[in-house]
């Protein structure tokens, strides 16, 4: 889920980078052009990579037995 929510927070980055920094805004005026595109495609594939590279490594912590000394 914080992957998710930081994609968000990135992608709201990029949306308001795109009209604010002059050499972007050259690039895509209207955020409708290629460069906006695939800047914002670039940056859904690395979080897309990076969450599932988490998830994969992921390992949920052992848990004692019912009943067992420590539980």
Do not use: D
Request: glycine share 4%; charged share 10%; proline share 11%.
């Amino acid at each position: 889920m914080a992957v998710v929510a930081l994609y968000f927070n990135v992608f709201v980055l990029i949306v308001q980078m795109f009209p604010k920094v002059p050499a972007l805004k050259a690039l895509a005026p209207t955020q409708s052009e290629p460069p906006f595109q695939v800047t914002q495609l670039a940056a859904l594939i690395v979080f897309a990579v990076l969450g599932f590279r988490a998830a994969m490594k992921y390992q949920a912590p052992k848990t004692a037995p019912v009943g067992s000394p420590g539980a």
